[in-house]
């Protein structure tokens, strides 16, 4: 069943793509493709195996998320979506009943790699704290906030990509919220207008800064230097966050090396600007996106070690 109560069919277009699980992996990949954005760029670095892989992680993510933060319904229609999809995934998991098509790509590559269960639960409840959002007091509230919604989908990544051991886990959720900590910033205008402030009052308080001054565009001193101070804090968590390399296999360095080039471009960019987010969405244009990743790839073959005979 879908999130809404009805039985869900994959996309016509996929007849004859073969089994079910290479039309379950075909529909995540093809998901991928029109709604990833930043992160597609980067998954294309990865061998075609972990990038079909990750696809399908993406895919459940993208529907977990979708159903969350759909204007169309109201919040209890929502939450009730969110209920019925974490019943689809536990009916997936625990009875192989697939009732969406990304459910028997996910169910494999969750059962190859190894990837925590409550790791996807913990994605689904990440969703629902959003739907009565009524901001964060402290840091400590935002960044277990920042784990449900994006530090736990960087523990299920490294498990598709290679770990070498659990420090590459607790990496990678320190990643997630570097992640998570950009996209806060890049999009303080929008989530304003729509009622919603992700940054803890403690911060506004301290850098006598009006949260209702996002809405308004108002970028006074009080602004930048809080935005000077969680940019700051930002770098911190990606800094942290790198020791990931060491903690993963060769394979799996590339993709994360191109997804912290592009977001940290965020951030520069951010900089550069002076801070202005206010009156424009920042973003980093497709060429440079498309550079990043190719250049990732290309340095990435350049450091593999040479063929013994």
Avoid at 101 to 107: F, G, M
Avoid at 142 to 158: I, K, S
Wanted: hydrophobic share 40%; net charge negative; charged share 35%.
């Amino acid at each position: 069943m879908s999130p809404d109560g009805e039985t869900w069919t994959a996309d016509a277009t996929l007849d004859g793509v073969g089994s079910d699980l290479d039309r379950s992996f075909a529909w995540c990949r093809e998901l991928t493709r029109r709604t990833a954005g930043n992160f597609y760029y980067a998954f294309r670095v990865l061998p075609r195996d972990r990038f079909r892989d990750t696809c399908a992680l993406y895919a459940f993510m993208r529907i977990t998320d979708d159903v969350g933060d759909d204007p169309t319904r109201a919040v209890a229609e929502r939450r009730e979506g969110l209920r019925n999809w974490r019943a689809a995934l536990a009916a997936a998991l625990d009875e192989d009943r697939m009732e969406h098509p990304c459910h028997a790509a996910l169910v494999d590559v969750v059962r190859r790699h190894g990837v925590p269960r409550h790791c996807l639960d913990d994605v689904v409840t990440g969703v629902e704290s959003d739907l009565d959002h009524e901001g964060f007091e402290t840091f400590e509230q935002l960044e277990r906030y920042c784990y449900h919604v994006a530090g736990v989908v960087g523990v299920c990544c490294v498990h598709v990509w290679g770990m070498r051991n659990e420090r590459a886990a607790e990496a990678a959720v320190e990643l997630g919220t570097a992640f998570q900590l950009t996209n806060i910033l890049r999009d303080l205008a929008e989530d304003a207008r729509n009622g919603r402030v992700y940054l803890p009052r403690e911060d506004f308080e301290r850098f006598d800064c009006d949260p209702a001054g996002l809405a308004a565009g108002v970028r006074d001193d009080g602004f930048r230097s809080l935005m000077r101070f969680e940019v700051g804090r930002a770098r911190e968590y990606y800094e942290r966050g790198s020791r990931v390399f060491d903690d993963v296999e060769p394979e799996a360095r590339p993709i994360l090396s191109a997804m912290i080039r592009i977001y940290r471009g965020l951030l520069d960019e951010i900089e550069r600007r002076d801070f202005d987010v206010l009156t424009e969405r920042v973003g980093l244009s497709r060429t440079r996106k498309l550079w990043i990743s190719v250049d990732t790839i290309v340095r990435g073959w350049l450091r593999r070690p040479a063929p013994t005979s």
